[in-house]
């Protein structure tokens, strides 16, 4: 995985847990199921977010997709 896709999880997962939403609700709120959202969540797994995600996402926490990506480019691991 790298730093990018990494950094987007987190920003998810903490947006999530401010609201005190659990990845079922999250996963309802975007017509997902929640063993896809426990899959991002979990580093083991290779699940990610995509645009059309991030698209959902902006809607169900009511920001701009910008929102889930870093002000500056991140490097990535070599």
Not at 23 to 47: G, T, W
Request: include cysteine; glycine fraction near 0%; charged fraction near 30%.
């Amino acid at each position: 995985m790298t730093n990018i896709e990494d950094f987007v999880i987190q920003k998810v997962k903490a947006m999530r847990m401010e609201r005190k939403w659990s990845q079922v609700e999250l996963a309802d709120y975007m017509n997902l199921s929640p063993s896809f959202i426990a899959d991002i969540e979990n580093p083991k797994r290779r699940a990610k977010y995509n645009l059309n995600h991030l698209n959902e996402l902006a809607k169900v926490f009511s920001c701009s997709p910008k929102d889930f990506l870093p002000d500056a480019p991140l490097r990535n691991e070599e």
